[in-house]
């Protein structure tokens, strides 16, 4: 069976080291190890390496770390990303100050990727995001985008065993 292509947002990696919200730390890290044993095919975009580098030293060391245990394909941001993601907002789903995240919603629906998982719930994991995201791949002739929270893919994950309970 085909492995999910499941791309990364920025609040996924910045989860990691969310000591102030220790389930949704607990939950990403249990992602995480998913990723580390390659049940996904993972992606991420230059707007996230973008995004990470804003963070404090110490954390953005400690998301490097976190970045080289596993396998990830970098999407690269061009024209075309930037051309959805302005339809997003043209659309009326998202707004202008929202532009890196209708960016990468764009790069993981150029990727060709099955799902986006995100933390970020008043912009990406959402139902009118989620349902203008499918109003856009349809006309626009792209295959649909499932957006999720982390939660869902640890949560599904009972292959192996893994659960939240570990």
Not at 8 to 19: A, E, F, G, N, P
Not at 56 to 82: A, F, G, H, P, S
Not at 159 to 165: A, Q, W, Y
Request: some cysteine; charged content about 35%.
């Amino acid at each position: 069976m085909r492995k999910l292509k499941v791309y990364l947002d920025t609040s996924v990696i910045s989860h990691l080291d969310q000591r102030d919200v220790p389930e949704k730390m607990k939950d990403t890290r249990l992602l995480w190890e998913l990723f580390r044993r390659k049940r996904y095919e993972v992606y991420i975009s230059d707007i996230v390496l973008s995004e990470i580098e804003k963070c404090k030293e110490e954390k953005l060391e400690l998301l490097l770390e976190y970045m080289e245990q596993i396998d990830y394909q970098l999407i690269r941001t061009n024209e075309d990303t930037v051309a959805l993601a302005e339809k997003f907002i043209d659309f009326g789903i998202l707004r202008k100050k929202s532009f890196d995240d209708c960016q990468h919603i764009a790069a993981a629906i150029l990727g060709g990727c099955d799902i986006i998982i995100s933390w970020n719930f008043k912009h990406i994991v959402n139902i009118k995001t989620a349902r203008g995201v499918k109003v856009i791949t349809t006309l626009e002739g792209y295959k649909d985008l499932l957006i999720y929270p982390p939660s869902v893919l640890v949560e599904g994950d009972e292959e192996d065993g893994t659960s939240r309970d570990q």
